[in-house]
């Protein structure tokens, strides 16, 4: 009976170590879109017109006012530190290196689901950016990398 007690009391104590682990996440998925002088990456919610609709910005950068990218996100296990998003860009060199920027946003760990997230250049920003060669996304805990995507480029 005692090592009975024992090993019970063993499990319990390996069972609240368990429950006390450090939480994992990734970024699961990044769509960069290119916003239209009135804000907007699409003129309906239809993908495809969507889609045509960016390959129309792409080709007439005139008429761009900004680059949005949506981040869908998840993490697993306890979270003990903020959570943010860390977007990192590069852009056409000037002089010997390239213009680098970082926007980050503060996110809210909630439930068991993946989630979705923005960060955008706009306005004078992006236009004294110029255009977006590589970038990556990452998600934070704190100081703790729990995951990233990077475009091929990066």
């Not at 993908?47 to 609709?53: E, H, P, V």
């Not at 590069?90 to 960060?119: I, N």
């Amino acid at each position: 009976m005692h090592r009975f007690l024992i090993w019970l009391q063993l499990a319990g104590w390996l069972a609240a170590a368990g429950a006390a682990e450090a939480a994992t996440g990734r970024v699961i998925k990044v769509l960069p879109h290119f916003l239209d002088l009135q804000g907007r990456h699409a003129l309906s919610p239809s993908l495809y017109d969507r889609d045509a609709y960016q390959v129309h910005l792409r080709q007439h950068p005139e008429e761009r006012s900004g680059l949005r990218f949506d981040a869908q996100w998840k993490t697993k296990g306890g979270v003990w530190e903020p959570l943010k998003l860390k977007l990192e860009l590069r852009g056409f060199a000037q002089g010997s290196l390239p213009k680098q920027m970082v926007l980050e946003r503060a996110l809210e760990a909630r439930g068991a689901f993946s989630h979705w997230a923005s960060l955008t250049l706009s306005g004078e920003g992006y236009k004294a950016f110029g255009d977006v060669t590589a970038w990556r996304m990452s998600l934070w805990e704190g100081d703790r990398l729990l995951g990233e995507q990077k475009s091929f480029l990066w």
